[in-house]
């Protein structure tokens, strides 16, 4: 049996190098292809066995694309019903009970709310926050960014109480966290791949997004610390279930705190992050993905659902629906 891999992307390099990378080792029974999408029926049994979501954060059509392929028996990369629920501060009280250093953070309600909500929807919210005790617990300065947001869109650095009721006025509907600021001597951002692939990157956030923020340098780590992060990667993304995700720490007296690993469609661009570290992706995607195929993992186990509302165990390919509808058609046509 074939088991195919495809891609979900917009366009950008990775794609075409992936696809490349495994159609080239020629193994046996699989094969790698850009994915082609029209409607979705319900139910509908998927031609790919592992597919990698590049794109389904910007077209929404995907999303329920992503979900009916991975109950047709697909591995989807990353999890569709995951990736859409999980947010920052979730992540980080995660985290903080794995025993993972987490700067101090606070999650905030919006400033405002969409027109038409009524003062009722609000009812269990307190009308004034305690911004003191809110300041006295992460300190300043501290970080105000959204609770979902990815790119450093939004994030600003906040020093007096001026400066966070300002960018909190104009953050609007957004649901934003409040995060203490930690003054790393050293910051990282590690690749994950398949909740066991890392690579700890020497990186700059100062520096403006495509400029030099990815400084190729292999001895930037001391042995106990890289060993560290390595580990504290593979716990995060085990405990988030992701397989393609970045993890940045910001180190400060030899600790990591972990500041942000909500990044499941990372930039790969080779011309920002290197040719080497690109090349590094390339083939640990690939790794990840043939094992996955050749493996026959799935994103959901149809198996256990039918068991758990009492039907028999047993691969479902179409559903009823599209049997009788199918049987309806051919009896309509004999008529004729």
């Known amino acids: ?33 850009h994915c082609n999408v029209s409607e979705s029926r319900m139910a509908q049994p998927s031609p790919y066995s592992v597919i990698i979501d590049r794109v389904s954060h910007i077209v ?27 947010d920052k501060f ?5 985290a903080t009970r794995l025993g993972i ?18 003062e009722g929807d609000l009812r269990n919210l307190v009308s004034e926050l305690n911004w003191d005790g809110i300041v006295e617990y992460v300190g300043l300065p501290a970080i105000l960014k959204p609770y979902d947001g990815y790119g450093w869109r939004h994030v600003y650095k906040v020093s007096t109480m001026g400066e966070l009721f300002e960018k909190y006025d104009e953050s609007g509907e957004m649901v934003m966290v409040l995060q203490q600021f930690i003054d790393y001597e050293h910051y990282v951002r590690c690749f994950v791949f398949g909740q ?8 700059d956030p100062s520096q403006p997004f495509g400029g030099r923020q990815y400084i190729v340098d292999h001895e930037h780590l001391t042995p106990e610390l890289g060993v560290r992060i390595v580990d504290e990667c593979i716990k995060i993304n085990k405990a988030l279930g992701y397989d393609m ?23 790969t661009e080779p011309d920002r992050i290197s040719i080497e570290y690109f090349q590094w992706v390339v083939r640990t995607m690939a790794d ?12 959901l186990d149809i198996a256990a659902i039918r068991e758990k509302v009492g ?26």
């Open 288 to 299: 990840v993905a043939v094992e996955y195929a050749e493996e026959g993992r799935h994103t």
């Open 196 to 203: 066991k692939h890392v690579l700890p990157m020497r990186y």
């Open 245 to 267: 995700n970045t993890v940045e720490f910001a180190i400060k007296d030899g600790i990591p705190y972990a500041l942000d690993f909500m990044n499941p469609i990372p930039d």
């Open 90 to 94: 979730y992540n980080y009280s995660l």
């Open 60 to 86: 929404t059509y995907y999303r329920t694309y992503l979900k009916n392929a991975a109950l047709a028996g697909a591995y989807v990369i990353n999890n569709p019903f995951w990736f859409l629920a999980d």
């Open 311 to 336: 039907l028999p165990v047993h691969d479902m390919i179409e559903s009823p629906i599209h049997e009788e509808a199918g049987q309806e058609g051919k009896e309509e046509a004999g008529k004729e």
């Open 1 to 33: 049996m074939e088991r195919v891999i495809g891609f979900l992307s917009f366009r950008e390099s990775l794609p075409d190098a992936v696809i490349e990378e495994i159609n080239r080792r020629n193994i046996d029974g699989v094969r790698a292809e």
């Open 101 to 118: 250093a987490v700067p101090r953070t606070v999650c905030l309600p919006s400033r405002s709310y969409p027109a038409g909500t009524d």
